[in-house]
């Protein structure tokens, strides 16, 4: 049973900075594209960023990108998300992803076959 729990979310300025984290279970997360992708009210979910089995690879969407920074420690079976600059717009609840295997676009929903709980993230103007 594969199991994601994301941490690290909370409220901060716009300006600041979070780190999320996102401890998984399972023998085959050192296998895994790792993402994280968030949901705010009203909107649909989207990506934020993802990460190849060994980090060698990242992804992230353009609203991001030069602010945030995903990373993974296999050894830990963890992937984190380092968010700087926030600004209100990235307000949303963020969740952490493992990849289907098979799949082949890391940006889309559907190639994700599971999910953690979520984790608030709020910026304040």
């Known amino acids: 049973q594969v199991q994601l729990v994301e941490s690290g979310g909370g409220l901060v300025q716009a300006g600041g900075s979070l780190r999320l984290s996102c401890a998984a279970s399972?023998?085959?997360?050192?296998?895994?594209?790792m993402g994280w992708f968030r949901q705010a009210p009203g909107k649909e979910r989207e990506f934020v960023a993802g990460?190849?089995?060994?980090?060698?690879?990242?992804y992230y969407a353009d609203s991001v990108k030069g602010r945030f920074t995903i990373s993974r420690d296999n050894a830990k079976n963890t992937v984190y998300l380092q968010m700087n600059g926030l600004k209100p717009e990235d307000t949303a609840v963020y969740f952490c992803a493992r990849k289907k295997a098979a799949a082949t676009n890391p940006r889309g929903s559907d190639a994700y076959e599971y999910w953690g709980q979520g984790t608030q993230v709020t910026v304040s103007s």
């Open positions: 399972g023998r085959t997360f050192s296998r895994s594209t």
């Open positions: 990460i190849s089995w060994s980090g060698g690879s990242t």
